[in-house]
């Protein structure tokens, strides 16, 4: 075989068969089987900690970072491949981050060759599981208003501020965080970026419970905390919203390309087909089912278009937010015709669509909601001029 795409393809899909445990095989990733790493993270099998450490050996964890941080070091049609045998292998993704999703991608970008050595390394290996500290009671959408305030101590920074929707911060071993360091500066530029360890006396974190049970998310208290400047700051100095923003591209294009398996996983259809027998005899169901498949396509095109668009491991930039618009809100109508389908048996809370029907509205909000991505669109991808 000449073709080093095929080449790869095949010695890839040997390698696969060789090193996913069996048990694994074919095992649909829930809430309960995802990995997510980290110091305290108690694999829910041998088979799971088996497989994290061969895909992290193999740099398979981050299939497209450099290999000198861990990753795969692998070209845009060589992760195509990789994803495709992974799909046809029935294998679950090894290892699920925040490190992997949204600080990676900024500390290769942002970092210094130090922070990059530090830190990079930990999260394709899953040993290090980081949280997201941007959103604050008075600042969700109107990100740059953060109030949490980190002052120049000499040798350290002394952070004090709160935190809220921080998704797994009572899971997380370190925290990538907002603060203001410089309160005299127009409210983007007095922004820094900051690595801060959970363990460091003062974070604390109070879990939020939902009206649907418990949740992932926290609030995450920093009472004059202590961070030692080196290697503290990602980017410059008051310009963490440069780091931020670039972050949150990341972020949007995972969630957009993420909600509900859209552009992986099960079709609507056989998800469907699980249903009682005769659901989809209604016409009226069916016109709807077909409509969105064709829609989940076509936007599943799009994505893969944006991401060979893009330059290597730089993500799709501005066009994240027309891709998490469109992916989330997809997704929504795909929750509301599951739960049409089934009538009042959606309501069974065990049996898992209420459950997904209300986290699709999630999807809409983290990482910036609906009308922000609106806003972002006609601003930086269609130009249009301000109202
Ligand atoms: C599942 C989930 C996980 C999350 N995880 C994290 C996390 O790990 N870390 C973290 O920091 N945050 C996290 N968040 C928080 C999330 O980023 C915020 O909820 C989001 O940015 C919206 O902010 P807000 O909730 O303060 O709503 P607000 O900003 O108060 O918005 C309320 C409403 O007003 C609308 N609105 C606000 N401004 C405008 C505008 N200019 N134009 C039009 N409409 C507007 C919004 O669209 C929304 O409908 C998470 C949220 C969810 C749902």
């Given amino acids: 075989m000449s073709d080093p795409l095929e080449n790869f393809r095949s010695e890839i899909a040997d390698w ?16 309960d089987t995802i990995c997510w790493g980290g110091r305290n993270w108690v694999f829910t099998s041998d088979a799971q900690r088996l497989w994290l450490e061969r895909c992290a050996e193999r740099g398979l964890t981050c299939p497209r970072w450099p290999s000198e941080y861990g990753g795969g070091g692998l070209t845009r049609g060589e992760e195509k491949a990789l994803r495709e045998e992974m799909t046809k292998a029935g294998a679950p993704s090894p290892l699920q981050s925040f490190g992997i999703w949204m600080l990676g991608p900024a500390l290769l970008k942002f970092g210094t060759p130090e922070q990059k050595a530090a830190h990079l390394p930990d999260i394709t290996a899953g040993k290090i599981r980081w ?7 008075g600042a969700g959408s109107d990100l740059a208003s953060v109030q949490t305030r980190a002052e120049d101590m000499g040798d350290h920074w002394l952070i004090n501020g709160q935190k809220i929707w ?13 603060v203001r360091t410089d309160r005299d500066a127009p409210k983007h530029l007095g922004i820094s970026f900051m690595l801060i360890d959970m363990q460091t006396p003062g974070v604390t974190t109070r879990p939020i419970r ?36 670039y972050l949150l591209t990341h972020e949007r294009e995972m969630i957009g390309g993420g909600g509900g398996g859209l552009t992986s996983g099960d079709t609507l259809a056989q998800m469907m087909g699980t249903l009682d027998p005769g659901t989809l005899n209604d016409p009226v169901l069916r016109a709807e089912a077909m409509e969105l498949e064709v829609d989940a396509m076509a936007f599943a095109l799009t994505m893969e278009r944006y991401k060979d668009m893009s330059e290597a491991g730089q993500g799709v930039g501005h066009a994240s937010a027309m891709l998490k618009y469109y992916g989330t809100e997809l997704n ?32 809409s909000i983290e990482g910036g909601t609906s009308e922000v991505m609106l806003d972002i669109i006609a601003k930086r991808v269609l130009e249009l001029p301000a109202k």
């Fill in 131 to 137: 949280c997201q500290g941007y959103s604050e009671p």
């Fill in 210 to 245: 939902l009206i649907s049970g418990a949740s992932p998310f926290c609030e995450t208290f920093f009472d004059n905390v202590k961070v030692p400047k080196e290697g503290a700051i990602v980017g410059e100095q008051n310009r963490g919203w440069d780091v931020a923003k």
């Fill in 166 to 178: 921080t998704s797994y911060a009572d899971k997380a071993d370190k925290i990538f965080a907002l």
């Fill in 16 to 31: 696969i068969a060789a090193n996913l445990p069996d048990e694994l095989r074919g095992v649909p990733t829930t809430e």
């Fill in 332 to 363: 929504k109508r795909r929750q509301e015709v599951l739960m049409s389908a089934q009538g009042s048996n959606a309501l069974d809370w065990e049996a898992g669509s209420a459950a997904d029907w209300l986290r699709s509205k999630a999807n």
